[in-house]
């Protein structure tokens, strides 16, 4: 038959709310224009999220040592302490292993060397109380920064929150590339 179009069918739960008003359960003809908003829509939605995980990396890492392990005191010198050189050679390691995974390499790395950076770092501490906030945000960026091969002066915006987790410390890190205010 020509011009007969075959209906696609699409579940309800994946159509907008405007557009699920379209779906009938029998196989019927359509008109056109409902079938293209509708692949328009999913396409627009995949799309967006394939470019979200192109623009941005996501980490599950080991809680920082606090400030008064991160640094030592040498003939009058701060310097990074053992300790701060191990965890920062560690998280340089999660790093790599969690981008070669990713399927968007060689573009993530591109999008994130050529933009200013967004951080966002979820603290999951044992206890409230006994740790800060920000003790953990400057040895995290710079650790993560590096293992990227990236200049942590290019980050423009930070987000910090802190929870609690006695059974699994850990920082969730998110770091995407952005566009200058």
């Known amino acids: 038959m020509p011009g007969y179009r075959r209906p696609i069918r699409i579940p309800a739960s994946s159509l907008p709310p405007t557009l699920v008003s379209f779906r009938t359960s029998r196989s019927i003809r359509r ?3 409902p079938q293209a908003a509708i692949l328009t829509h999913l ?3 995949a799309l967006s999220a394939l470019h979200e995980e192109q623009r941005s990396i996501t980490l599950t890492l080991p809680v920082p040592p606090s400030i008064n392990h991160q640094y030592a005191t040498v003939n009058g010198r701060r310097l990074l302490s053992s300790t701060g050189r ?4 560690q998280v340089g390691q999660l790093v790599w292993i969690r981008l070669a995974a ?3 390499k060689a573009v993530l790395l591109s999008q994130l ?3 200013a950076l967004a ?3 979820r603290f999951y501490f044992t206890s ?8 953990g945000l400057k040895i995290a960026q710079d650790a993560i920064c590096e293992g990227l091969g990236l200049n942590d002066n290019r980050i423009i915006e930070t987000h910090l929150y802190k929870h609690v987790d006695r059974r699994n410390p850990r920082i969730e890190v998110v770091l995407s ?3 200058l205010v």
């Not at 191990?86 to 050679?89: D, F, G, L, R």
């Open 113 to 115: 060397q050529s933009s």
């Open 31 to 33: 008109p056109a224009q």
């Open 86 to 89: 191990s965890y920062k050679a």
């Open 119 to 121: 951080l966002s770092i």
């Open 177 to 179: 590339a952005t566009s």
């Open 43 to 45: 396409n627009a939605a």
């Open 128 to 135: 409230a109380l006994r740790r800060d906030v920000d003790g």
């Open 102 to 104: 990713s399927p968007h």
